[in-house]
């Protein structure tokens, strides 16, 4: 089966970016797979890719006026130009702006395009005139893929065929142990995303300021890199938390400092499936989070795997006030949290991409057409 998989870029730490990378990599051993991003030649994958996956880079992101315009403007026949010198089965797409890029740029050339949504469009707003445009092109596509059931009811009155696939969550290679201090006799609160607004963090540095008197052998690091960095450490240093709280930026492998905490919050008020959330609880962490956000939702279970806390003043608090205050509670919502993300495996998540892949190819195959 020959793939073709796009996305914007491979550079980015985020969440798309790392399945993209587990699905490539996976595919590639049996399957011809290449990827096409929208970045300049040569830029470095932030997650890994083998030498078996083609790398193909267009060079159409970035600039700024009449350069940014071209280059947006040409993406789409770049992309048709590599689809048909490429001939793929399937054309795999991930995140809206590629989608469209993709579904535009493959009209009338008889290739079926997978498009998969990785954020909840309910919430994450792109402007009504994308909007309208996106789900209209969604109609398009052989499949639309998203990641939960609250995503799934966003697009059920549409005309787009559906199909819930996860994020696939490996093994934590280490294990947190929540209920112990390290060997300084600290614990310590840990929260992974990019830093935006809607991430929340900053309300999470409020309600830790609440708690910090009460709990003082607790700390806080924030592990992530964006433009809320400025207000992040401002509220820092006006809370005078400069020695309890850490914004360390990204990190390569965060595996590591998820073993070493005691808690996961995750303050996030929208998502699609979050990764760093995911692999929290695969280590072992209880977690904190806000109810109704998709995947949020279906990775903790309230009173189970964590806790889920209304979008309202004081809830936030209140929460991590529980989990800093019992060792019992976090050791037991740990343990749940390591067994309930076993659903979610890679070899169970990938398996069902390569089914889905598989039947689409072969649907085309049973109909051949020939590319315009």
């Avoid at 699905?23 to 997650?47: G, I, S």
Wanted: hydrophobic fraction near 45%; glycine fraction near 8%.
């Amino acid at each position: 089966m020959r793939i073709l998989f796009m996305i914007p870029a491979m550079s980015a730490p985020g969440g798309a970016e790392r399945t993209m990378s587990y699905l490539a990599t996976h595919l590639a051993q049996q399957h011809d797979v290449a990827l096409l991003t929208l970045e300049r030649p040569r830029a470095v994958a932030f997650f890994p890719l083998p030498d078996s996956v083609q790398l193909v880079q267009l060079d159409k992101l970035g600039g700024r006026g009449a350069i940014r315009l071209f280059k947006v403007l040409s993406r789409f026949s770049a992309i048709r130009r590599e689809v048909r010198v490429r001939a793929p089965d399937v054309v795999v797409s991930f995140m809206d702006t590629m989608n469209v890029a993709a579904l535009v740029s493959c009209i009338g050339l008889g290739i079926p395009v997978i498009v998969s949504e990785r954020n909840d469009p309910a919430l994450h707003r792109i402007g009504h005139a994308k909007e309208l445009m996106r789900d209209w092109l969604y109609t398009l596509a052989r499949l639309v893929v998203v990641q939960t059931p609250r995503v799934a009811r966003h697009f059920s009155q549409s005309k787009s065929i559906l199909r819930v696939i996860p994020n696939p969550v490996p093994i934590a290679p280490a294990r947190a142990h929540p209920d112990r201090p390290n060997a300084e006799g600290r614990l310590r609160i840990i929260a992974v995303g990019r830093l935006e607004p809607h991430k929340g963090f900053d309300r999470l540095i409020e309600a830790f300021a609440q708690l910090a008197e009460k709990y003082p052998d607790w700390d806080i690091s924030v592990f992530g890199e964006g433009p809320q960095r400025p207000r992040l450490e401002a509220l820092v240093h006006a809370y005078r938390l400069d020695s309890r709280v850490q914004l360390p930026g990204l990190v390569k492998d965060v595996s590591v400092q998820l073993g070493a905490a005691n808690l996961i919050a995750f303050p996030s008020r929208y998502e699609g499936f979050p990764n760093a959330l995911a692999e929290g609880l695969a280590a072992g962490l209880p977690a904190i989070g806000l109810r109704g956000v998709s995947g949020v939702e279906d990775l903790i279970v309230d009173g189970k795997t964590g806790i889920l806390v209304d979008d309202e003043p004081g809830t936030l608090t209140a929460a991590l006030s529980r989990l800093m205050g019992s060792a019992e509670m976090r050791r037991n919502l740990g343990e749940a949290a390591r067994n309930h993300v076993e659903q979610w495996a890679p070899a169970h998540v990938l398996r069902l991409w390569e089914t889905t892949l598989g039947d689409v190819a072969n649907e085309r195959r049973s109909k051949p057409q020939r590319i315009a």
